[in-house]
């Protein structure tokens, strides 16, 4: 007698039973409404270049740092004139030394017998060594997490800075500096020898450091390229190389004779300030690709992909073998 249909009752709640589970404001496809596109997360993927651990070896709690870096893969065109141009910064800085280092003061070299040429590049490849076994990798690690192309800037920078600077030190006077310990009388130390030794040094690890990056970008563009041209592109690869390795020397004479046509004592520069202007170009052809290039999709994206190898398990790159390679 209360105006109800008992039949009716259970239904009477303003709700159609079919749309009880519907009628949540959610989309029953909630895997899918996740605000991601599939080629989003793939070019997240490619972003990835090394996870490195930075927490306690002995702990529940690791914690972790994600290296990104812009997934722009250094096309095997590219890789390979960089690789090249390496080549030809290092033969061409060996023979300017070589012409600098024995040429009279006269013509703006350092004046250096051959025997005090041959111990300043002694010298100065035990400082190479232990840069490239040691310096290379920490600063890979700490600085540059795995970023080949900045590498290959750094080393390109660095070579032209050392090529302006050896020239200076060429023209310096000889000095010594006579150190006593102990009312002793020490051997001196030859000030220029050890200037030039630095000088030296730096122009051949900062070369060297160019090979090694250049091989890893190599590496890397041989990895992301088509199976089926792997041969052809490696061949081109080592043709530039050697081809870079012929044309140092030859280029280092004619801008020494070039420049002493011009004026006797611009001779010894004279080399350096080409090897000074290569590594600027060698330096801004790596720039160049490093930077984000616009994708179909209108956010920074490659057409290739980063494909990064030579990676350990902690992020970072085995120079073992490119280490034995220079």
């Not at 390496?86 to 012409?99: C, F, G, N």
């Not at 490239?132 to 192309?149: F, N």
């Not at 041969?231 to 061949?235: A, D, I, L």
């Not at 160049?288 to 494909?307: A, V």
């Given at each position: 007698d209360d105006g109800l249909d008992d039949d009716e009752?259970?239904?009477d709640d303003g709700l159609d039973d079919d749309e009880i589970d519907d009628d949540d404001g959610l989309d029953d496809?909630?895997?899918?409404?996740?605000?991601?596109?599939?080629?989003?997360?793939?070019?997240?993927?490619e972003d990835l270049i090394a996870v490195y651990d930075v927490g306690p070896e002995e702990s529940s709690s690791r914690r972790f740092k994600v290296a990104k870096e812009?997934?722009?893969?250094?096309?095997?065109?590219?890789?390979?004139?960089?690789?090249?141009?390496?080549?030809?910064?290092?033969?061409?800085?060996?023979?300017?030394?070589?012409?600098i280092l024995t040429s009279p003061a006269g013509d703006g070299g350092a004046g250096f017998t051959d025997s005090d040429a041959g111990l300043c590049f002694g010298a100065a490849g035990l400082l190479v060594l232990v840069w490239?076994?040691?310096?290379?990798?920490?600063?890979?690690?700490?600085?540059?997490?795995?970023?080949?192309?900045r590498l290959y800037r750094g080393a390109a920078l660095c070579l032209a800075v050392f090529a302006m600077v050896l020239p200076v030190v060429a023209a310096l006077p000889s000095s010594f500096v006579r150190p006593r310990l102990n009312r002793k009388q020490l051997p001196p130390i030859p000030l220029k020898e050890l200037a030039a030794v630095v000088g030296v040094g730096g122009i051949n690890a900062a070369s060297s450091t160019a090979i090694i990056s250049g091989c890893v970008l190599v590496q890397q563009a041989l990895a992301a390229a088509d199976p089926a041209n792997l041969?052809?592109?490696?061949?081109r690869v080592q043709f530039g190389i050697n081809l870079g390795y012929v044309v140092g020397p030859i280029l280092a004479g004619l801008l020494f004779d070039a420049a002493k046509r011009l004026r006797g004592r611009l001779a010894g520069p004279g080399p350096f300030l080409g090897l000074a202007a290569l590594g600027l170009l060698a330096s801004d052809i790596a720039s160049?690709?490093?930077?984000?290039?616009?994708?179909?999709?209108?956010?920074?994206?490659?057409?290739?992909?980063?494909?990064p190898t030579n990676h350990n398990n902690k992020g970072t790159t085995d120079y073992g073998a490119l280490t034995a390679n220079v």
């Open positions: 009752i259970d239904d496809d909630i895997d899918d409404d996740d605000d991601f596109d599939d080629d989003d997360k793939d070019e997240a993927k812009a997934s722009t893969a250094t096309s095997l065109v590219r890789a390979g004139a960089l690789n090249a141009l390496a080549a030809l910064l290092q033969e061409t800085a060996h023979v300017s030394e070589a012409l490239v076994s040691i310096g290379v990798p920490a600063v890979d690690r700490s600085l540059l997490r795995g970023s080949q192309r041969g052809k592109g490696n061949g160049e690709d490093s930077r984000r290039r616009p994708g179909p999709g209108g956010r920074g994206s490659s057409s290739s992909g980063s494909t």
